[in-house]
């Protein structure tokens, strides 16, 4: 075998040996798609950059006798046609010095080369992080900067099952499979002592996930981490395929799954290039999930009603529920009739979501629940819905919020909502329970001009009718909320004159707003608090605030 670059220090006068650095195998082709400047490696070279190898199948079979913190490099402006074997296993490498499979900058480039692009022939997975037979531990695999690609639509871009842990995929672009990624289950374990059968904590950041024929994602486990990515086109069966589909877990409950700063679009389209299934769903048994800071979008016209934007519900024959559920920051706009959806949930906030839907048919811009439950489901209760912006268009009627169906402890608060149609069938919201089973209704505005007829409440008429009869909804008005730009998604507000402004719930208004600024004492109604972008006006500060933890990043 070659020799590698590793290097150790034996310190005699100590008796101590130093750790060795991590050793890298480097790797160039030039097939379809390369850099014109590519030079091709061997097989017979010494895996070096300056005489790398060649085959993606030597590459593959390498990964296997890694040193922990070892590394497969793949040249940037290089391309590989890939057939043959799936399998990426490797016993060795740990969550803190994982295994990298990655790039370099080959010696004949010039700086503006492409990722690595490895693109799958024989419709197989692009990358199998599976061991055969009966399931052994595994961690510590770090992909990044690579693309992936199928020219058959079929086979996983990255396919994870018998207990493999600490995975994360950065900068992958993954186009053209069956599905792009799918965090699947575990055989039973072997007599291996560290084997829980379970695929936990795969981080997925600053990925494109694209056409992938049924799903972009599929799968969950405890510690899941969707970030920063873009998933576009992916799906093609109306109903059951999705940009993001959190399933089931082998294990049963899943907890902490961060679904952060995506982009959804164009989800599952039919031959006319119409959405027909839901961009982001997750059904099974979760418990803290937090959905923040998406964009889920669809363009007006091409959204079938049933395109929904977010929906955390049940969709098997079996138990489900969800727990501790966070839908927050996120900004839909244009999905189907339900833009965002929960049932069987419990102890769940919805809250600074910017919610947008200019479609030709009615909506509901947050419904919970969205479906009926099945039998074991999680009865839902405790749910809070606050601090949501939502204008909804000129189509068919519809509703603002939806709470109700089942349980007790919820609260619907500080929410701004324009109608701009004309359909008197439109309420702002629908609460179908006894008034006892809800904590706080109060600090709304909901504002429908052009539909005189329609109703504050479903079944109960104006405003003023629903706080004669409950009592609820004392200090919320029918005022325009003054939204900036309606029409281009903008849902601040417009002056500080604005009707929305300082009139939220003094103490039960979300304590963060849209950005993940704090709000101030006379907290707004709606998902913007007026004022804080001045935090940044003196141009010293560069950068922007990551939401929710307050930390500034350039």
């Given amino acids: 075998m070659p020799v590698r670059y590793t290097i150790g220090l034996i310190l005699i006068s100590v008796g101590w040996l130093a750790p060795s650095q991590a050793a890298d195998w480097y790797f160039c082709d030039c097939e379809s798609g390369a850099d014109p400047d590519c030079v091709v490696g061997s097989d017979s070279g010494d895996g070096t950059a300056s005489d790398p190898w060649q085959s993606f199948e030597k590459a593959r079979t390498a990964f296997g006798s890694l040193a922990a913190g070892d590394g497969i490099r793949f040249c940037r402006g290089g391309a590989w046609a890939i057939s043959g074997g799936t399998r990426w296993v490797n016993t060795s490498c740990r969550a803190d010095l994982p295994c990298v499979v990655g790039d370099y900058t080959p010696g004949w480039g010039t700086g503006n080369e492409g990722r690595p692009l490895l693109r799958r022939t024989d419709g197989s997975h692009g990358f199998a992080l599976e061991d055969g037979g009966n399931a052994e531990h595994e961690e510590g695999y770090l992909f990044?900067?690579?693309?992936?690609?199928?020219?058959?639509?079929?086979?996983?871009?990255?396919?994870?099952?018998?207990?493999?842990?600490?995975?994360?995929?950065?900068?992958?672009?993954?186009?053209?499979?069956?599905?792009?990624?799918?965090?699947?289950?575990?055989?039973?374990?072997?007599?291996?002592?560290?084997?829980?059968?379970?695929?936990?904590?795969?981080?997925?950041?600053?990925?494109?996930?694209?056409?992938?024929?049924?799903?972009?994602?599929?799968?969950?486990?405890?510690?899941?981490?969707?970030?920063?990515?873009?998933?576009?086109?992916?799906?093609?069966?109306?109903?059951?395929?999705?940009?993001?589909?959190?399933?089931?877990?082998?294990?049963?409950?899943?907890?902490?799954?961060?679904?952060?700063?995506?982009?959804?679009?164009?989800?599952?389209?039919?031959?006319?290039?119409?959405?027909?299934?839901?961009?982001?769903?997750?059904?099974?048994?979760?418990?803290?999930?937090?959905?923040?800071?998406?964009?889920?979008?669809?363009?007006?016209?091409?959204?079938?009603?049933?395109?929904?934007?977010?929906?955390?519900?049940?969709?098997?024959?079996?138990?489900?529920?969800?727990?501790?559920?966070?839908?927050?920051?996120?900004?839909?706009?244009?999905?189907?009739?339900?833009?965002?959806?929960?049932?069987?949930?419990?102890?769940?906030?919805?809250?600074?979501?910017?919610?947008?839907?200019?479609?030709?048919?009615?909506?509901?811009?947050?419904?919970?629940?969205?479906?009926?439950?099945?039998?074991?489901?999680?009865?839902?209760?405790?749910?809070?819905?606050?601090?949501?912006?939502?204008?909804?268009?000129?189509?068919?009627?519809?509703?603002?919020?939806?709470?109700?169906g089942q349980g007790d402890q919820h609260s619907t608060l500080s929410n701004a909502i324009h109608y701009a149609g004309t359909s008197s069938s439109f309420n702002c919201f629908r609460f179908d329970l006894p008034t006892s089973a809800y904590d706080t209704i109060d600090y709304n505005i909901c504002h429908s001009p052009s539909a005189p007829g329609a109703e504050w409440v479903d079944g109960h008429g104006s405003l003023s009718s629903w706080v004669t009869a409950t009592g609820f909804d004392s200090n919320s008005s029918i005022d325009n909320p003054g939204f900036a730009d309606p029409a281009s998604g903008d849902l601040s507000a417009a002056s500080d004159s604005a009707a929305m402004i300082d009139q939220g719930h003094p103490l039960l208004s979300s304590p963060i707003e849209f950005w993940g600024f704090p709000r101030d004492s006379a907290p707004d109604v709606g998902a913007h608090e007026w004022g804080v972008e001045g935090i940044f006006v003196d141009g010293f500060e560069s950068g922007t605030i990551d939401a929710w933890s307050g930390a500034t990043t350039s």
Wanted: net charge negative; hydrophobic share 35%; with cysteine.
């Fill in 144 to 404: 990044q900067n690579l693309d992936l690609r199928s020219t058959t639509g079929t086979g996983n871009g990255f396919f994870l099952y018998n207990d493999i842990d600490d995975v994360e995929i950065d900068n992958v672009s993954i186009d053209g499979f069956g599905i792009g990624i799918h965090l699947a289950g575990s055989n039973p374990c072997s007599a291996d002592p560290e084997c829980d059968g379970q695929n936990d904590r795969l981080v997925l950041r600053d990925a494109t996930i694209i056409n992938n024929h049924s799903q972009g994602w599929l799968g969950a486990s405890n510690g899941t981490q969707i970030l920063n990515s873009t998933f576009e086109g992916n799906g093609s069966t109306a109903v059951y395929d999705h940009n993001i589909y959190l399933s089931g877990s082998s294990g049963g409950q899943t907890q902490g799954i961060v679904v952060r700063g995506n982009r959804l679009y164009r989800s599952t389209l039919d031959g006319g290039g119409v959405c027909q299934g839901v961009s982001m769903v997750v059904h099974g048994e979760h418990r803290d999930l937090l959905i923040e800071n998406n964009d889920v979008l669809e363009d007006v016209g091409f959204a079938g009603q049933g395109c929904w934007g977010i929906a955390v519900d049940p969709g098997y024959g079996s138990p489900e529920g969800f727990i501790g559920v966070t839908v927050r920051g996120n900004r839909v706009s244009n999905t189907g009739n339900t833009l965002i959806g929960v049932a069987a949930c419990q102890q769940c906030v919805i809250e600074n979501n910017v919610i947008v839907s200019a479609q030709s048919y009615g909506a509901i811009a947050i419904a919970a629940p969205d479906r009926g439950l099945g039998a074991g489901d999680l009865e839902q209760s405790n749910v809070v819905i606050r601090n949501n912006s939502i204008y909804l268009g000129d189509g068919g009627g519809g509703t603002g919020i939806v709470l109700g």
